[in-house]
Structures are given as structure tokens and as C-alpha cells.
């Protein structure tokens, strides 16, 4: 039976959840504050994740960058406050999707369902390849492949550009970035980046890609395109 984490420092919000998810077949662990959602996470390996966002001693953002330090797990973000930033900023450190204090249990459990429905999809017969055009990473050795040619790269040039392509055509900062693949404790300077993309580049352009480039965006950051 598959296991869903909920997480929420309202014992009769987590209480309505969790019948909610018993009622959809699921297992259930509860936590109450950041830290025990990190403990119980590790502990339990769940299949799905609700997170608040308010939270005592870690906050929601915190515990999803933590958790996207180690998992690709599916997170769904809860919050009473419908901001626009704290969605942007949610779903950029990697939630998977984010709902609104007031809801219905029946409306938390189709976005469990959907989510479920679209990591299966993405990730039915994959594993840890990711392809794009002649492009090919493999997280289980790390190794690369570029129009059949292997490209030796260090694990965190591999990690970069996992996220890039993972992530194609979409433009990431430099913070986001550094978030993502160093983490938000980090306090180093971002042009860490810089260096790190110039190195890739710099290996990847060893073997022709005319299918597919990394791009900087100016005053944004970086992106990965697959040409027409």
C-alpha cells in the first residue's frame, strides 16, 4: 500500500487528511513542525507528500528544499495565504503542486491522484536516463552521452545539466540554481554558477550538438533548448 506523508501543525486538519487519504487507499505518517517531517520522510520513504507551508521550527520552503536535496518525491504545498510569490516560489524549489487553505478533502485527494497520475507518466520506463535529441544522461553511473560520443563530466556538471534538461526550455536563475544543486543554506557567491556552466559548456562543445544548446538568458540565467 502506497504511503503519503501530511504534514501540518493542525491536529484536526491532519486528522480530516488523513481519512481523506484512507479512504483513497493510502498509508499514512503525520508531522507537526519542519523537523519531524524530515525524521518521518527518511524513515517512511512515502510515495506522496502534502507539506504546509507555516509550519514551527522548519518552514514548508525549508523542508522541500531539503527533501529536493535527496528526492524527487511529489510534493503538493499547502497554505492559508493564496499569494502569488508563494506560489512562484514553491513551485520553483521544486514543489509539484500547491492548494489553498480552504479546501475540501475530495479536492486535496484528485490533486494527489493528477500528480501521482503525471510523475507515473514522466517516469514509466525511465529511471535515472534523461534524453533530449542526442542527448543523453544516465544518474545511475553518471554518465553522458552526446550523439552517441561520451562526455566526462564531474557529478556536479552532471547535476547541472540533469536539471537543465530536465527542466528544458525553461530559464533558471542563478539562485535557483544554487538552491537547487547546493542548497538553501549556501551562502556562496553565485557566479558559482557561472564557473560551473562555463566548464560544462566547455566539455559539451568538444562534440558537435547542432540538435540542442545551453543558452544564457541575459539578466536571468541559463536555460537548455532543443533547436527546431
Known amino acids: 500500500m ?3 506523508l501530511i504534514a501540518d501543525d493542525n491536529p484536526q486538519l491532519l486528522d480530516i487528511l488523513k481519512s481523506a ?17 524530515l525524521e518521518a520522510f527518511r524513515q517512511a520513504a512515502p510515495q506522496v507528500l502534502l507539506l504546509d507551508v507555516m ?5 514548508g520552503f525549508q523542508v522541500c528544499r531539503e527533501i529536493r536535496r ?7 504545498m499547502i497554505t492559508a495565504r493564496g499569494e502569488d510569490f508563494e506560489k512562484i516560489m514553491g513551485l520553483d ?11 475540501s478533502p475530495g479536492e486535496v485527494m484528485a490533486r494527489v491522484r493528477a500528480v501521482l497520475r503525471r510523475v507515473e507518466k514522466e517516469t514509466e520506463g ?30 556536479r ?5 540533469w536539471t537543465l534538461v530536465q527542466g528544458r526550455n525553461r530559464a533558471y536563475t542563478r539562485e535557483m540554481l544554487l538552491d537547487l544543486l547546493w542548497g538553501y543554506d549556501y551562502y556562496g557567491d553565485p557566479r558559482t554558477v557561472d564557473s560551473h556552466i562555463k566548464r560544462l559548456r566547455a ?14 538568458i541575459r539578466n536571468v540565467g541559463y536555460k537548455f533548448e532543443v533547436l527546431p
Open 55 to 59: 509550519m514551527p521550527e522548519m518552514d
Open 2 to 4: 502506497a504511503m503519503m
Open 70 to 76: 535527496e528526492s524527487d518525491v511529489p510534493i503538493i
Open 203 to 216: 566539455k559539451l562543445d568538444a562534440v558537435p550538438h547542432p540538435s540542442w544548446e545551453i543558452r544564457t
Open 157 to 161: 556538471e552532471v547535476d547541472v545539466l
Open 21 to 37: 487519504a484512507r479512504r483513497e487507499g493510502f498509508d499514512t505518517v503525520l508531522a507537526q513542525d519542519g523537523r519531524q517531517v
Open 126 to 155: 525511465s529511471g535515472k536516463v534523461l534524453q533530449a535529441a542526442d542527448l543523453r544522461i544516465n544518474l545511475e553511473d553518471y554518465s553522458v552521452l552526446a550523439g552517441g560520443r561520451p562526455v566526462r563530466l564531474t557529478k
Open 93 to 103: 524549489i521544486g514543489a509539484d503542486d500547491y492548494i489553498v487553505k480552504p479546501f
